[in-house]
Each structure stands twice: as C-alpha cells, then as structure tokens.
C-alpha cells in the first residue's frame, strides 16, 4: 500500500474523536490530565513536537542494559503465569525512573491504568482515576520527558508485549536462549502473530475507521511507535529468563 492511500498517513483521520479528545470518564481527574498529554494522543504539529522528546529520551536508555534487566527478573519470578505481563512493565518503570524497590508496585498500578484508559481498555475508567495519582507519586518528570509520558511508555509496555512473551513462549524449544537467540525467536513470533493487528482512526466527524496493521506490527506513518527496538529487547530478555528458570 502506498503512503497516499494508507490510512495511517492520512492527515485528515485523527487519533482520538476531535469532539472527545479526552474521555468523558476521564474529564478533570488526574487520569484525564495524564491522557490529555499522552503523545499518541495528539495529531500533526503538536505530535511531531512531543514525540522528538519520546524519542529523545528513548536514546538516553541502555536497550542492551534492560534486556539483561528482565532476563535477570524473568529467570528469579516467583509467579510465572504473570511474569510476562509483569517483568516488562517492572523494567520499564525502573527505566522511566521509578526505584527498583517501588517499580512492582508501579507495574501494577500502570496495569490498572491501562485496563481503564488504554486504546482497548477492558476495564472500568475508575480503575485509571483510582490509580493515576499514586502512580505519580512514583513516576516523576523532569526536563527531559514529563510524568505523563512517562507514564505512558509503561502503558505501551502492558498487554501488547506480554502478549508477545507468551507467543514467543509457545514456539517449539525447551533448551535455555541467550539475548541474541531470544531476539530472532521474538522477530519470528512478532511477524507470525502480532499483538496488535488493528489501528483506529477517526474522520473528523467522530466516525471510527479501523486499518488493518498487519505485517507492520509497530504501526506506520505518523504514530508509527517509537519504541521497537526497546519492545523487543524487554520482550527477549523476558523470554530467555523464563526459559532459563524452565531448564
């Protein structure tokens, strides 16, 4: 498909509702603030400006550092059912500056955030309303990225990546992997069965247009995320440290 005719280059489909750019639910609480700066959020001039500073915090990371980060968390989990939901998230909060003493508790409170004000949320907004303070209490901004984005690095690190834990985790193989192993099964298992398959998009009067993703797994365009290589790599180091703690 070409740029021209891509729904995810079109710059007169919107990422949220132009009348509902915030949900109702949400409308003046802290979660409400917290998604009304939330970068994917956002289209055209504003987005491009705030997305250079995700991208710029993003270089200042050591990918490498964190895969061996969750690969050392993976392989010491004492709850293996929830370990590829919660070893990401618990590894990007201590990326995002939460302290690793508090990050579990970050994990958790970035799940129920999610659930209630994530572009799929299967849960009910109070649940985000409830947790979003106390989740500031943890994840601080600073000049070079603001608490919410912050924030919503950990709600990109929720359901799309342990699903794709569990995919790779299903692949044939037993024997431990190293990183570089875990990486190829990841790329395997992320073209094979994407996490997320659907984008929406919206006309300007509020009509939703759903674009399939698929063979493009991190998006395109625009809002193509930011965060592939990082994904992956919390993704590999997940999975080799569980298949670790299996052998």
Avoid: K, Y
């Avoid at 690969?71 to 989990?77: K, L, R």
């Amino acid at each position: 498909m070409s740029d021209l005719n891509d729904p995810l280059h079109d710059d007169a489909l919107f990422v949220r509702p132009p009348a509902e750019r915030t949900p109702s639910a949400l409308v003046g609480t802290s979660a409400g603030d917290v998604h009304a700066d939330l970068v994917r959020w956002h289209d055209g001039a504003e987005h491009r400006v705030r997305r250079q500073r995700i991208e710029r915090f993003i270089q200042t990371l050591n990918i490498r550092r964190l895969g061996d980060r969750a690969m050392a968390v993976a392989a010491e989990s004492s709850d293996r059912d929830a370990a590829p939901f919660h070893v990401p998230l618990r590894v990007m909060a201590e990326a995002v500056g939460v302290s690793a003493e508090d990050a579990g508790r970050a994990a958790a409170l970035a799940g129920a955030v999610a659930r209630g004000m994530g572009p799929g949320a299967s849960g009910d907004p109070g649940e985000a309303v409830d947790a979003v303070p106390e989740l500031l209490q943890l994840v601080r901004g600073d000049e070079t990225l603001d608490a919410a984005n912050r924030i919503g690095l950990l709600l990109q690190t929720c359901d799309a990546v342990a699903d794709l834990v569990r995919s790779a985790l299903t692949r044939p193989g037993t024997t431990p992997l190293g990183l570089d192993q875990a990486r190829q099964l990841v790329v395997t298992a992320l073209l094979d069965h994407p996490p997320v398959r659907v984008a929406r998009r919206f006309r300007a009067d509020g009509e939703l247009v759903t674009v399939d993703i698929g063979g493009r797994p991190f998006g395109a365009g625009p809002h193509r995320c930011p965060g592939e290589e990082l994904a992956i790599e919390l993704t590999a180091g997940t999975v080799a440290g569980l298949r670790r703690a299996r052998s």
